[in-house]
């Protein structure tokens, strides 16, 4: 199916595993985006993407680690996962930016027990 | 550091009724604001806004810009109760990163 899927949909996971979130978007768009989502926080950037091999920083990204060696895919790494890193994790996408709106995936809500 | 600030953060109103949303921002380079509904999913793109007082407008949905006061505001009128949900504002800008910077949002209520 076209559009932007992240899988999986919801984890639970244990104090120092590690964690991989998965995103995959069909529309070659250049730029992708992962936040999370946290009550009393709204939504934050954690890393995002320009194009294939160009990666930075956002708002929040201590603790994570992103790749894109395909354009079509933004998988996010929790190296060490800790109960703080519990939320909604929200992957994005966007042709371009300035002007472009960016579209969601379906979320990951990750608990770190 | 960017700072998008939306009000109220929660609303609870009757159907039929106006609301507007506000959205208030501090960022550097302005280069778009962003509205999005959120219905316990991912958030649904509902307008962008680049240029000052040209309204927006999706069926009961608008929304206007003001450059020279930083901010804007989004009105739904003859609310529903489908339009139940988060509203998050969120700004584009030109200095740092390339995302988005999010208000909290605001929790809207419409009841029966």
């Known amino acids: 199916d076209a559009g932007i899927t992240q899988s999986p949909r919801y984890k639970i996971t244990e104090t120092g595993r590690q964690v991989t979130l998965m995103c995959h978007q069909t529309w070659s768009h250049s730029y992708m985006f992962w936040y999370r989502q946290d009550l009393g926080h709204g939504l934050r950037l954690i890393y995002y993407?320009?194009?294939?091999?160009?990666?930075d920083k956002g708002e929040v990204p201590d603790g994570y680690v992103v790749s894109r060696s395909k354009t079509e895919n933004f998988p996010l790494t929790l190296e060490s996962a800790t109960r703080s890193q519990t939320s909604v994790y929200f992957c994005?996408?966007?042709?371009?930016?300035?002007?472009?709106?960016?579209?969601f995936g379906p979320g990951t809500r990750l608990t770190v027990t | 550091e960017d700072k998008v600030v939306q009000s109220p953060l929660s609303l609870v109103v009757h159907e039929g009724d106006t609301v507007t949303l506000n959205c208030s921002y501090e960022v550097t380079n302005f280069r778009s604001l962003l509205w999005y509904k959120q219905e316990k999913k991912a958030p649904t793109f509902l307008f962008m806004l680049?240029?000052?007082?040209i309204e927006k407008k999706s069926g009961r949905l608008s929304s206007i810009l003001d450059k020279k006061e930083l901010f804007s505001i989004l009105n739904i009128t003859a609310t529903q109760t489908g339009d139940s949900a988060i509203y998050l504002c969120a700004v584009r800008s030109g200095g740092g990163a390339d995302g988005l910077t999010f208000g909290k949002g605001t929790h809207l209520i419409i009841q029966p």
């Open positions: 680049t240029s000052s007082g």
């Open positions: 993407s320009a194009a294939a091999d160009i990666t």
């Open positions: 994005a996408s966007s042709p371009g930016t300035s002007v472009y709106e960016q579209y």
